[in-house]
């Protein structure tokens, strides 16, 4: 390492110094981002929700973060600094950029439907965000009361590889109010996420778990049974009992972000009790002789739409 560079350790700890500096400031105060408009951030403050700018070395800001506020004369207030975080969910942008989602939070509810269909290979991705992260994930299949039987019985079906696996998971529906009382339970004294894809009804469930939000929600294009991409901003509501959720616009493909490939072999529970069982070291789980996946698989261990949805991603990292 070159001489002038700075450890992770050394890094932290002056910005820890630099946040306790700021904080000790008189005019300091602290908030939690609930939301963003623009360049500009909306944050919970003990005199409010205050609409700030920021200083240009404070870093990524998001919904979720506690922040350090100064005030600015006559009547504006800026963020100084950024208190450390507990996680942080974030996705490469189309330029390939990080585009952080929210902060703090310790749940992620990764929102299906059965109009847009529910799509296995994102709810992967979630899932390896999550164990990554080491938040809980919960699965909810939304808009039940579109179902004609047999394709819920479908649809219960494919999902059933997810609880197998120990995920908690919720059916829902926003429009006639089933699962709410489950939702609510999963969500109590966390600070939660909805993801997914956009027209599953993220708002919509926000919009029953905490009346009178009036969030604004849209139908999905009748052609291409997608959503219209209604929110556009991650933003965060306080539960009445306890813990918050947050809103966040939805997806159309959630790429992986800083995810190599150890953890993607993790983030597949189910792959981890066979992690140094293959007889090379460097098994790919392809073709090579005496894999322990490959084996698991035959055995019926591990699923096999899971295992190929394990190689998509892999090729997605490779990319
Ligand atoms: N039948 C039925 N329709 C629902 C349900 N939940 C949501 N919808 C409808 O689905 C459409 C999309 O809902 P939104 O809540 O805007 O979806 P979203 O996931 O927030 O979408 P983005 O903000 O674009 O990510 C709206 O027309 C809702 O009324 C449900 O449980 N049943
Ligand atoms: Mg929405
Ligand atoms: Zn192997």
Redesign the pocket.
């Known amino acids: 390492m070159a001489k002038n560079k700075l450890t992770d350790q050394q890094r932290r700890r002056i910005e820890s110094n630099q946040q306790t500096r700021v904080a000790k400031k008189s005019d300091a105060m602290q908030g939690l981002v609930i939301g963003q408009a623009g360049h500009q951030l909306d944050v919970e403050t003990s005199a409010g929700v205050l609409r700030c700018g920021r200083r240009k070395n404070t870093g990524t800001i998001v919904t979720g973060d506690h922040v350090i506020l100064e005030a600015v004369p006559p009547a504006e207030h800026i963020i100084t600094a950024v208190l450390p975080r507990s996680s942080l969910l974030a996705r490469p942008d189309f330029r390939g950029q990080m585009k952080a989602i929210a902060a703090n939070i310790d749940r992620i509810f990764i929102?299906c439907?059965t109009r847009p269909e529910l799509n296995e290979g994102l709810v992967d991705r979630y899932l390896v965000a999550a164990e990554t992260l080491h938040i809980t994930p919960v699965i909810v299949l939304?808009?039940i009361?579109?179902a004609e039987t047999e394709q819920l019985e479908e649809l219960r079906q494919r999902i059933s590889i997810y609880s197998d696996l120990g995920y908690e998971v919720i059916e829902?529906?926003?429009?006639n109010q089933h699962g709410i009382d489950m939702l609510l339970d999963s969500l109590h004294d966390h600070t939660s996420i909805m993801v997914?894809?956009?027209?599953?009804?993220?708002?919509?469930?926000v919009n029953v778990l905490l009346p009178g939000m009036n969030i604004k929600?849209?139908?999905?294009s009748e052609k291409h049974n997608k959503?219209?991409?209604?929110?556009s901003a991650s933003r965060l509501y306080h539960l009445p009992d306890g813990g918050s959720l947050i809103?966040s616009?939805?997806v159309r493909e959630f790429g992986m972000w800083q995810v190599n490939e150890k953890e993607l072999f993790n983030g597949f529970v189910e792959f981890r009790q066979y992690q140094g069982l293959c007889k090379f070291s460097n098994c790919q789980h392809k073709t090579e002789p005496q894999c322990a996946i490959i084996d698991a698989i035959e055995k019926n261990e591990i699923s096999k739409a899971r295992y190929e949805s394990y190689n998509r991603i892999l090729e997605s990292l490779t990319e």
């Open positions: 929102v439907s939304n808009k009361d579109l829902s529906s926003a429009k997914g894809q956009s027209g599953v009804g993220k708002s919509s469930l929600t849209r139908e999905i959503g219209t991409h209604t929110t809103d616009p939805g």
